[in-house]
Structures are given as structure tokens and as C-alpha cells.
T-cell receptor, first 111, second 115 residues
Framework: EPEVTQTPSHQVTQMGQEVILRCVPI?????FYWYRQILGQKVEFLVS????????KSEIFDDQFSVERPDGSNFTLKIRSTKLEDSAMYFC?????????FGQGTRLTVV | AQTVTQSQPEMSVQEAETVTLSCTYD???????LFWYKQPPSRQMILVIR??????QNATENRFSVNFQKAAKSFSLKISDSQLGDAAMYFC????????????FGTGTRLTIIP
């Protein structure tokens, strides 16, 4: 069964460094998302992406964040200068047929 | 903006028994979708069940069923014949049929299965 794949599963980075989280959505899906879950809290929407551009972004998704689909298969989330409060689980999702399918998540730890 | 409320932070149930997890939501829209997602200790988000608001019939997936009360804006999940593998966080989520189909999640209910 097709699935959404995220790499790495865990990333530790120093505060102020740039990180890129990678996702391979399910191949025939057209809508892509990033969500964030701070430990012990609910899952929050960050950004949606359709037709090679951002279709909606939340207040969390400020200028430090960017997304792109560089090669038609990968979907990346970049955090330019990480802060301690960016430590969270980041989930990629792709959507088709009225259902969103999530990757296994990347645990980002900022130290 | 839509909100989703899960008023039970934790629930427990004996193995093989039935448990119901509650969810309420607030929206002014008439056309939307509701979901239950399961998050086991691995932290992956797994879709359990989906309900279209325009359908009166409650969705069912094997041992999982929902009680969808549109007028009351209530969407509870019933797990029958609970199994040890059902232990997880369960999140209720709302999706508008307008816009970009983003999910709005509740705060989750941690379900413990007692052997």
C-alpha cells in the first residue's frame, strides 16, 4: 500500500541552524501539508501546498519557514534559523479521495 | 474559525469491552468532514474513520463506529471488543469542504486498555 515517507525520523540541531525536513508524498496525490505537534499538545496545521504553490498557511508559518517541491516527488519544509520552541514532531501529509494520509513524522529537537 | 473539543483527556477500558470517546465541534458550515485519527506510541497518525456531514448514516470500520449528531455538533467514536493494540492517543479532526481541506484537531484522548 502506498505511504507517505518522511526523513529523517529524528533530527537534532543547534539553535540558529537551518534544517530541512523531507517528505515523499503518495505519488498521485495533489495536495500536500505540513503539520506540527509540540510534545503533549495537539496537532497544528502549518501549511498547505497545491499546484506548486502555497495555498494556505497558518500564523505559525512565519518567514522562518518555507516549503518547496523541488523535483516533483519530494516535498520539503525548511526552517531557516531554528529556535528552541521549534522542537516538535513534524508531520507531512498528502491528500486524495477526501482523506489525508500522514507520514510517520520527523522529531525535531533544537538544543 | 472551526474548533474541535475533546473533553476526555484520558479514558480506560477493559480488554474486550466497549468504549466511547467524545468529540464536539463548532462550525457555521453545513458541508464538512469529520475524522478520527489514532496515534500509537510510535507517534504516526493513522486514519481510523471518516464521516461526511451530508450523510446521515454513521460510518463504520470493523470494530470502530461513530455516532454523528449534526444538530448537536457531536461526533463520538465507539470502539467495540477493545484490544491491547487499540491503546493510543485518539484525535478528532474537522475538515471544511471549502478551501484547502486542512484538518483542525482536538486535543486528543489517551486510551488505555486494561488486560
Amino acid at each position: 500500500e502506498p505511504e507517505v515517507t518522511q526523513t529523517p525520523s529524528h533530527q537534532v540541531t543547534q539553535m540558529g541552524q537551518e534544517v530541512i525536513l523531507r517528505c515523499v508524498p503518495i505519488s498521485n496525490h495533489l495536495y500536500f501539508y505540513w503539520y506540527r505537534q509540540i510534545l503533549g499538545q495537539k496537532v497544528e496545521f502549518l501549511v498547505s501546498f497545491y499546484n506548486n504553490e502555497i495555498s494556505e498557511k497558518s500564523e505559525i508559518f512565519d518567514d522562518q519557514f518555507s516549503v518547496e517541491r523541488p523535483d516533483g516527488s519530494n516535498f520539503t519544509l525548511k526552517i531557516r534559523s531554528t529556535k528552541l520552541e521549534d522542537s516538535a514532531m513534524y508531520f507531512c501529509a498528502s491528500r486524495s479521495g477526501g482523506k489525508a494520509f500522514f507520514g510517520q513524522g520527523t522529531r525535531l529537537t533544537v538544543v | 474559525a472551526q474548533t474541535v473539543t475533546q473533553s476526555q483527556p484520558e479514558m480506560s477500558v477493559q480488554e474486550a469491552e466497549t468504549v466511547t470517546l467524545s468529540c464536539t465541534y463548532d462550525t457555521s458550515e453545513s458541508d464538512y468532514y469529520l475524522f478520527w485519527y489514532k496515534q500509537p506510541p510510535s507517534r504516526q497518525m493513522i486514519l481510523v474513520i471518516r464521516q461526511e456531514a451530508y450523510k446521515q448514516q454513521n460510518a463504520t470500520e470493523n470494530r470502530f463506529s461513530v455516532n454523528f449528531q449534526k444538530a448537536a455538533k457531536s461526533f463520538s467514536l465507539k470502539i467495540s471488543d477493545s484490544q491491547l493494540g487499540d491503546a493510543a492517543m485518539y484525535f478528532c479532526a474537522y475538515e471544511s469542504n471549502f478551501g484547502n481541506e486542512k484538518l483542525t484537531f482536538g486535543t486528543g484522548t489517551r486510551l488505555t486498555i486494561i488486560p
